[in-house]
T-cell receptor, first 111, second 116 residues
Framework: KQEVTQIPAALSVPEGENLVLNCSFT??????LQWFRQDPGKGLTSLLL?????REQTSGRLNASLDKSSGRSTLYIAASQPGDSATYLC??????????FGKGTTLSVSS | GAVVSQHPSRVICKSGTSVKIECRSL??????MFWYRQFPKQSLMLMAT?????????EQGVEKDKFLINHASLTLSTLTVTSAHPEDSSFYIC????????????FGPGTRLTVT
């Protein structure tokens, strides 16, 4: 059974720092991996989607990498801003099935 | 990207009543939709897979008679919480897409259910 783990559970950094969020999964037979952002009491905002054949994806200050064989993904956030404060969720997708989510990393960026 | 809507966004109901939540794919067709539940400070947990024209598939521990799912068309799935109790209070989110495994899944904005 696929399990997704995110480390750390919470992270506090000062504005301007670069940071890395980690995600690991137990079954490497995935089709894709998605990173989401969730603000308190709100729905999900998709940040990046990495197909299983890809190694990384970039969007603005965000860069996500995927090492399928080792069951790991990282989300790199450059030059963090207070507006980046949110919970970041990692989820893996397998054919025709629902996404399996990690518990998330709650990020707080102080000004 | 594709858009998935949910209605209502927020609902408060009394214990013992039923509540229906709609999930619509606005610009694409979805033979499969997924319903998740999220308790405070927890991650999303899959409740059931909604299949157009056939019965939903429920995850272990989810009561199918309590959480009725209907996927009557390729753009609409509904989740009805029957005889709601305070412990059913949660954030319910649906998603659609990803049917080939390579496609992105698109999430609705969620419905906050509060049972008093």
């Amino acid at each position: 059974k696929q399990e997704v783990t995110q480390i750390p559970a919470a992270l506090s950094v000062p504005e301007g720092e670069n940071l890395v969020l980690n995600c690991s999964f137990t079954d490497s037979a995935i089709y894709n991996l998605q990173w989401f952002r969730q603000d308190p009491g709100k729905g999900l905002t998709s940040l990046l989607l990495i197909q299983s054949s890809q190694r990384e994806q970039t969007s603005g200050r965000l860069n996500a990498s995927l090492d399928k064989s080792s069951g790991r993904s990282t989300l790199y956030i450059a030059a963090s801003q207070p507006g980046d404060s949110a919970t970041y969720l990692c989820a893996v997708g397998q054919a025709g099935t629902a996404l399996i989510f990690g518990k998330g990393t709650t990020l707080s960026v102080s000004s | 990207g594709a858009v998935v809507s949910q209605h209502p966004s927020r609902v408060i109901c009394k214990s013992g009543t039923s509540v229906k939540i709609e999930c619509r794919s606005l610009d694409f067709q979805a033979t499969t939709m997924f319903w998740y539940r999220q308790f405070p400070k927890q991650s999303l947990m899959l409740m059931a897979t909604s299949n157009e024209g056939s019965k939903a598939t429920y995850e272990q521990g989810v009561e199918k008679d309590k959480f009725l799912i209907n996927h009557a068309s390729l753009t609409l799935s509904t989740l009805t919480v029957t005889s709601a109790h305070p412990e059913d209070s949660s954030f319910y989110i649906c998603s659609a897409g990803g049917e080939t495994g390579f496609d992105e899944q698109y999430f609705g904005p969620g419905t906050r259910l509060t049972v008093t």
